[in-house]
């Protein structure tokens, strides 16, 4: 299926170096764009309360 992909693209030989892209990201580098991500301004929070059965 990533054959397949690649080969849409317009070059298939872009799936022997899908490895060495991924090998190549450093846990240094997740944590910088989940920091960046998961911010508390940049949330969204829902508060529900059930309802009263009186």
């Known amino acids: 299926m990533n ?3 690649y080969e849409l693209l317009g070059d ?3 799936l022997n170096n899908e490895t060495q892209k991924f090998l190549a ?3 240094a580098q997740i944590k ?3 920091n960046k991500l998961f911010r508390k301004d940049n ?3 829902l ?3 059930a ?3 009186d």
Request: charged share 20%; hydrophobic share 40%; no cysteine.
């Open 3 to 5: 054959l397949a992909y």
């Open 12 to 14: 298939a030989d872009l």
């Open 25 to 27: 990201v450093t846990p």
């Open 32 to 34: 910088e764009e989940a």
């Open 43 to 45: 949330s969204s929070t």
């Open 47 to 49: 508060i529900y309360l």
């Open 51 to 53: 309802e009263q059965n």
